[in-house]
C-alpha cells in the first residue's frame, strides 16, 4: 500500500476548506492505515518490534497548527526509548538508576496497548508555554508530551530529518511526574547528546517550554 504523502495531505485539506469533502471523510482518511505503516518500520528498525497499527485509532488533527503524528507501541519502555537515542546520537541522564524506575507517573501509557498522538511540529517546545510550570500546566488542563513521547519524538525526528529537537530551549515532559513529584525535562547539550534531567514542578522558566499534544 502506497505511502501518503505530505502533499497528498496539503490537497486533502485544500478540498476540504472549498467545501468539496467535509470534515468527517477527512477524519476516516486520517484513520486509514497507510498513515501508521512507516511507524511499523520505524519500530521494526529501531527496537526489532513487529507491530500491528492497523487498527489503532489516530485522534483528530487540529485544524490550527503545524502538527505530528506520534505512534506509541506497546513494548517500548522509557529506558528502553532512552538507550536507542544513546544509540542514535548520545545521551546522559542525570540518574543511573532505569528511568522505567523512577518515573512513576504518565498521562497516557501503553497498558492498554499501542497508541497514537498529535504533538506540536516545531524543533523547539512550544513558544505559547514558555514561563510556564508544570503545576499551571495541569490547573489550565492543556495535554503535554510525556517522557517517552518526547524520546519517542526525539529519535524519529532525527531519523526523519538528520537534525536534533531543543537545541535552544529545553521540554519540559509535563505529562509525567518523577517519583519525589519532580518533573522530567530533555534538550540537546551543546556536545550534541540528548539530555534527560528534572526540573520542580512550580519552576516557570523562558526557556522551559512544554509540547502540546492531542490525544484520545
Given at each position: ?9 496539503a ?5 476540504s ?39 489503532k ?6 485544524d ?56 506540536r ?18 490547573e489550565?488542563g ?61 519552576d516557570a ?10 490525544s484520545?
Amino acid at each position: 500500500m502506497a505511502k501518503i504523502t505530505t502533499g497528498q495531505i496539503a490537497e486533502l485539506i485544500a478540498q476540504s476548506d472549498a467545501g468539496r469533502i467535509t470534515r468527517a471523510m477527512m477524519a476516516r482518511f486520517l484513520r486509514s492505515p497507510t498513515l501508521l505503516d512507516p511507524w511499523g518500520e520505524f519500530y521494526e528498525k529501531e527496537f526489532g518490534l513487529a507491530v500491528n497499527l492497523a487498527e489503532k485509532n489516530i485522534p483528530p488533527q487540529p485544524d490550527q497548527g503545524k502538527w505530528r503524528l506520534l505512534v506509541i507501541a506497546s513494548g517500548v519502555t522509557i529506558e528502553g526509548a532512552y538507550q536507542q537515542c544513546k544509540t542514535a546520537f548520545g545521551s546522559w541522564k542525570y540518574t543511573e538508576t532505569s528511568l522505567d524506575e523512577v518515573i512513576i507517573q504518565n498521562e497516557r501509557d501503553t497498558s492498554n496497548g499501542s497508541y497514537a498522538i498529535w504533538v506540536r511540529d516545531g524543533a523547539e517546545a512550544d513558544e505559547e508555554l514558555k514561563n510556564t510550570s508544570a503545576d499551571q500546566i495541569a490547573e489550565r488542563g492543556i495535554t503535554t508530551e510525556t517522557l517517552l513521547e518526547c524520546l519517542i519524538h526525539n529519535l524519529a525526528f532525527f531519523r526523519e530529518t538528520g537534525k536534533r529537537l531543543d537545541v535552544v530551549n529545553v521540554t519540559l515532559c509535563a505529562g509525567s511526574r518523577l517519583s519525589d513529584g519532580n518533573v522530567p525535562s530533555v534538550d540537546t547539550r551543546s556536545d550534541g547528546k540528548l539530555r534527560v534531567h528534572w526540573i520542580r514542578p512550580g519552576d516557570a522558566l523562558v526557556h522551559l517550554r512544554a509540547r502540546q499534544a492531542v490525544s484520545l
